[in-house]
């Protein structure tokens, strides 16, 4: 056989593999190192929330702009896209610090986005600000419930479970 020949099959040969390996799958990507928790704690913090029937419950007029803030932020959120949703509600904050809801919508965004730290300080912060009962309140606790049982701290957990407990506030029984 001839020089060119040979270098002509080898180039072939070269090229089919080349073909073959471009066409085999790639490797799966390696797991996400992140702490992801095992059950949403946003959903968990929320349906304390929605449960959550006390007599009272206080909704302080809101600012519009920063109920737009805060709006956006929401849908922001609802698409997945927390960073985004942090900007806003922290735009939202420098307008109105000392919001106890503002506060506890941040920090359930921050929850989302893994600064688990930040997020419980701001819940503790929504609930000294706050109304110390009802929906709010519940959902300020059942944060701390959630970042205390993802910290392995039972005992943090259930302190934070009494508290849950003090939200409510069952209505006069009438006859």
């Not at 080349?18 to 790639?26: D, E, H, I, N």
């Not at 959903?43 to 449960?51: E, I, L, S, T």
């Not at 912060?125 to 970042?147: F, H, M």
């Amino acid at each position: 056989m001839s020089y060119l020949a040979k270098a002509a099959r080898r180039g072939a040969l070269l090229l089919a593999v080349a073909l073959v390996a471009g066409c085999a799958t790639p490797p799966p990507p390696a797991p996400s190192r992140t702490a992801v928790p095992a059950h949403d704690m946003v959903a968990a913090v929320r349906a304390a929330g929605d449960r959550e029937s006390s007599v009272i419950a206080v909704n302080p007029l809101g600012d519009p702009g920063v109920t737009g803030l805060q709006d956006a932020a929401r849908a922001d959120a609802n698409a997945g896209r927390y960073a985004d949703a942090a900007a806003k509600l922290d735009q939202a904050l420098k307008l109105s610090p000392d919001s106890p809801a503002l506060l506890q919508d941040r920090a359930e965004i921050a929850i989302r986005l893994g600064d688990f730290s930040g997020a419980e300080k701001l819940a503790h912060r929504s609930w000294s600000l706050g109304p110390k009962l009802g929906p709010l309140c519940a959902r300020n606790w059942q944060t701390i419930v959630e970042l205390r049982q993802h910290a392995d701290d039972e005992n943090g957990a259930a302190t934070a479970r009494k508290w849950l407990g003090e939200c409510h506030k069952a209505a006069v029984p009438r006859y």
